[in-house]
């Protein structure tokens, strides 16, 4: 049997999704095709165009097509999702909601027709209500339907901690919990550098300013940039997902799944700690948390469903 490609396709060419399918294409991840509506197609086939005539370049072969044709994603191995409006200084993700979980279905049902065994991955916001938005159009199995918040955030952690000590991003590890609201639960208790607790290196005041730092570092990025939200950040994170996926290298990456029991939630989609590989989320990892965790944690998913009770009444 020949060898083939991977087809990923990321639906929305804004931002993040031109950011995302241009590091898609460096790392040579697989095949890309980049879809925004049919009033943009032009604009969208143009950033495509662009972008593979950076490949001579930039040494990869990976193609990058541009369309607003669904036919075009046929049967992707990944979709990725980006679909959507973001905010502006002074509003907050979940002020979008009823634009993006419109959008959110009429994406999801074009995903289930043309690519029925495709893993997903969501980016729109707000993220934790649109995945599971996405996971009742698609009836897809929960493994294959993944959001994406917990690696962009553990992300920003990792990056405030290594700039207060002056090491190696390379060397700081951490996990951020939670909904991707300004109530996610950045996990202290199990974050390190080098192996040594982070706790034994950063006074306790400094270690709280970092966690309100990450947990406000989305509305950080929005007022510094006046007319939208973070986007290389984003896209790496979600390429980082898609790299475990593609690779089946079983990594184990925060990522929003469908919580049936475990740490006391049913039903509820939220950033947890999981295994993803090539069959998308195949392990949801449940730590033993303190009471004071479990109670932020709590807030936090309260938060989240608050959000998906707005979906369920359109
Ligand atoms: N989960 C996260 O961590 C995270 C991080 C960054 C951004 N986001 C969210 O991702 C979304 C996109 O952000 P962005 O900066 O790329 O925005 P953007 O405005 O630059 O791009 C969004 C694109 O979606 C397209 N679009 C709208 N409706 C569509 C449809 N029905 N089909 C196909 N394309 C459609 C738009 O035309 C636009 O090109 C926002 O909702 C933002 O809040 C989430
Ligand atoms: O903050 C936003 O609105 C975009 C994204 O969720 C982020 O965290 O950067």
Do not use: W
Request: proline letters at 4%; hydrophobic letters at 40%; charged letters at 20%.
């Amino acid at each position: 049997m020949a060898i083939r490609r991977k087809k990923l396709s990321v639906i929305g060419a804004g931002f993040t999704g031109a950011t995302t399918a241009l590091m898609l294409a460096q790392k040579e991840l697989g095949d890309v095709v980049l879809l925004d509506i049919p009033q943009l197609e032009n604009p969208t086939k143009g950033k495509a165009l662009d972008m593979l005539e950076a490949s001579p370049v930039q040494g990869f072969d990976s193609n990058i097509i541009g369309t607003s044709n669904y036919e075009d994603t046929a049967n992707s191995d990944i979709v990725i999702i980006t679909a959507g409006i973001a905010r502006k200084p002074g509003m907050s993700r979940d002020d979008l909601v009823n634009t993006n979980a419109g959008i959110m279905k009429s994406v999801c049902e074009n995903v289930k027709k043309y690519s029925p065994e495709s893993i997903v991955i969501i980016l729109s916001n707000p993220v934790d209500a649109m995945t599971y938005v996405a996971y009742q159009t698609l009836g897809f199995p929960k493994n294959r339907v993944i959001g994406q918040s917990g690696v962009l955030d553990t992300a920003r952690y990792c990056t405030f901690i290594a700039q207060e000590l002056n090491v190696s991003v390379e060397d700081v590890r951490g996990f951020v919990l939670g909904g991707h609201g300004d109530d996610m639960v950045p996990l202290v208790r199990y974050s390190n550098v080098g192996g040594i607790p982070i706790e034994k290196l950063i006074p306790a005041d400094r270690i709280e300013a970092i966690v309100q730092r990450t947990r406000t570092g989305g509305g950080e990025i929005v007022n510094l940039l006046g007319n939208g939200s973070a986007y290389y950040a984003p896209a790496a994170s979600l390429v980082q997902m898609t790299e475990a996926i593609v690779k089946d290298k079983k990594r184990i990456l925060p990522a929003i799944a469908l919580l049936e029991g475990e740490y006391g939630y049913d039903n509820l989609f939220m950033g947890v700690p999981t295994i993803l590989g090539g069959d998308g989320i195949e392990k949801v990892f449940e730590l033993e948390l303190t009471a004071e965790e479990k109670t932020a944690l709590d807030k936090s998913a309260d938060s989240v469903r608050n959000v998906i009770k707005v979906v369920e009444g359109n």
